[in-house]
């Protein structure tokens, strides 16, 4: 019996062995796909063998990096992009979630709204932003807008579906102790699409960057859109590609941040 | 007076395509502490009328009284038990028992207490209330449903099928324990099920119903033999094969008519 117990020990730990030996394999794998790929953007700029004006160099970027941080102004710019990207996406979500609540409440809206909202979903809401800047003025609250309107039309959509797809046996438990349809819709329909929800967010992540960096474009006053515009205007691709690093590894950063709070929120 | 009274139900759904009647003429009596079952072949609308009962949906004709109030105005005196348990996944068992109690506003410590009790009683103690559905069995989550729909003291209870979705031994051990603490709350009860077992071991009457439209095709009373017997010793008496018998000849010459 016990011989047979340390065998089952010795295959499990066998196993978990095989399990950590992957994920490194996986690492290894990743980290050369990196090195290849900026190593060889270093080479083939140092080399002439691609246009070093257009693609700049990751020594370069660097270089710059270090500079703009500097001189403070890389930060300046950051924050107000990422500030204008926060609110945007926390603006989006809650407007969309509570536009799908209003559309559950009413059968009656949500059948005179539906062809409205596929009209919306299909326009492209950045073709909004000369009227949003111009109406709001060129600063924060039009930016903040052109981030949360890309959003806000696609989260009402998902998380209406979300509500009516909930059980409704779930409802038949509530009606049957008398639950007024306020009751219905916070102790069933909305705790039962939290996960769709949550992970609308991480689509409106995205879509809330492109709103942004559009809305900057157009403003062209300050954040990490008005460095992209800029550096294309002055032909400083290494500004352009210094701005995409930096978008890119937050964007990131705030992915991983929903992801954190979906594994928090939906004990599973 | 009768403790429920179903006079001359009719129902029809209404679809784009057609109108359907689930029921017709359907009257009937139940008194205070009686225990029935509608027993049919799917589709008869059992389902129809127990919510039609339950004033979760309103006939197109008839009238359902409870103590010779319609049933609209009496909030709370029916507790309703689905097929499956439909406890809500991200509330404990504690939540999920007490909801009932917090929709009504009747949550303070006694009836809290009250239910908590019944949960015990269930045999479902040492820390249940404090886990998540997903955690317990299927049998256990089916007696959680129980205790959700009895906390609130209901008179009238429906069960809607509440074994169908159990392996067998386990059905058999909550027909028990059903039965057991309906009669000890002295509660009056109406049994949808397919079953003719669990409708002959569970019910003082068994009302058969036919189907397309769901109409009471004939009425029987279980022998006074059986009624005091627990679920599990009816089906092993003696006189439960002759009325199994008569329930199952009736169904094929329903089944028969409608060929």
């Given at each position: ?5 340390s ?9 978990l062995?095989?399990l950590k ?8 794998y ?9 190593g060889s ?5 140092q080399?002439q ?8 160099s ?26 204008e ?8 979500t ?9 559309l ?15 009209i ?9 932003g ?9 600063g ?29 046996n ?14 219905c ?15 609308t967010?991480?689509v409106?992540v995205?879509l ?34 210094l ?8 964007a990131?950063?705030?992915?991983q ?5 979906e ?6 | 007076?009768?403790f429920?009274?179903?006079?001359d139900i ?6 784009k395509?057609?109108?359907t009647?689930?029921?017709?003429n ?22 129809t ?9 309103k006939?197109?004709?008839g009238?359902?009284?409870?103590k010779n109030k ?5 909030k709370?005196?029916?507790?309703y ?9 991200w ?23 009250y239910?908590?009790n019944l ?6 103690n040492?820390?249940?209330?404090k886990?998540l559905?997903?955690?317990l069995?299927g049998?256990m989550?089916q007696r959680?449903?129980?205790v ?9 209870l429906?069960?809607?099928?509440p074994?169908?979705a ?13 039965s057991?603490?309906l ?14 077992g669990?409708?002959i ?5 068994v ?10 095709h004939?009425?029987?009373e279980?022998?006074?033999v ?10 092993n ?13 009736e169904?094929?010459?329903l089944?028969q008519?409608?060929?």
């Amino acid at each position: 019996m016990n011989k047979k117990m340390s065998n089952v020990q010795l295959l499990h730990r066998n196993y978990l062995k095989s399990l950590k030996i992957e994920k490194r394999w996986v690492m290894l794998y990743q980290i050369i796909i990196f090195l290849i790929f900026f190593g060889s953007w270093e080479l083939f700029a140092q080399k002439q063998w691609i246009d070093p004006l257009i693609f700049s160099s990751p020594s370069k970027i660097l270089e710059l990096l270090i500079t703009k941080i500097q001189d403070g102004s890389l930060l300046t710019n950051l924050g107000v992009t990422l500030t204008e990207t926060v609110f945007g996406f926390i603006l989006g979500t809650l407007l969309g979630t509570l536009l799908a609540a209003i559309l559950w409440w009413s059968p009656m809206i949500s059948k005179v709204l539906d062809p409205y909202l596929v009209i919306l979903n299909a326009m492209p809401k950045v073709a909004l932003g000369p009227v949003l800047i111009v109406a709001m003025g060129p600063g924060y609250p039009s930016i903040i807008a052109m981030g949360a309107i890309i959003s806000v039309i696609i989260t009402t959509i998902v998380v209406y579906t979300s509500f009516k797809e909930v059980d409704p046996n779930y409802l038949k438990v509530l009606q049957t102790f008398g639950a007024t349809r306020y009751e219905c819709f916070k102790e069933a329909i909305l705790p039962a699409s939290f996960p769709t929800i949550i992970s609308t967010l991480k689509v409106n992540v995205g879509l809330s960057w492109v709103g942004v960096i559009v809305g900057e474009f157009l403003v062209s006053s300050k954040g990490l859109g008005y460095m992209i515009i800029y550096g294309f205007q002055v032909f400083n691709f290494t500004l352009v590609f210094l701005s995409l690093l930096v978008i890119a590894v937050f964007a990131t950063i705030m992915y991983q941040l929903v992801d954190l709070l979906e594994k928090k929120l939906i004990k599973e | 007076m009768s403790f429920l009274k179903v006079q001359d139900i009719h129902h029809t759904y209404f679809t784009k395509a057609s109108a359907t009647t689930a029921l017709s003429n359907i009257s009937f009596t139940v008194e205070e502490g009686e225990f029935v079952s509608l027993l049919g072949p799917s589709g008869c609308g059992k389902t129809t009328l127990l919510s039609i009962i339950s004033s979760l949906l309103k006939a197109t004709e008839g009238s359902v009284l409870l103590k010779n109030k319609p049933v609209s105005t009496s909030k709370n005196e029916i507790g309703y038990m689905l097929q499956q348990d439909y406890l809500f996944p991200w509330k404990t068992i504690e939540e999920n028992i007490l909801l009932g109690l917090k929709l009504s506003k009747r949550l303070n410590t006694k009836t809290k207490t009250y239910a908590l009790n019944l949960l015990k009683q269930m045999g479902l103690n040492g820390g249940v209330e404090k886990q998540l559905p997903k955690q317990l069995s299927g049998g256990m989550r089916q007696r959680v449903a129980l205790v959700r729909t009895l906390a609130t003291e209901p008179k009238l209870l429906m069960l809607d099928e509440p074994f169908s979705a159990l392996d067998y031994q386990t059905k058999l051990k909550l027909e028990d324990l059903v039965s057991h603490t309906l009669k000890e709350f002295h509660k009056t009860a109406i049994l949808v099920t397919h079953d003719i077992g669990e409708a002959i071991a569970m019910s003082d009457r068994v009302f058969l119903l036919s189907t397309r439209p769901g109409t009471i095709h004939k009425i029987f009373e279980i022998p006074d033999v059986l009624r005091n017997l627990s679920p599990f010793e009816v089906r092993n008496h003696e006189a439960y094969p002759a009325v199994f018998q008569a329930i199952w000849k009736e169904l094929e010459s329903l089944e028969q008519e409608n060929e």
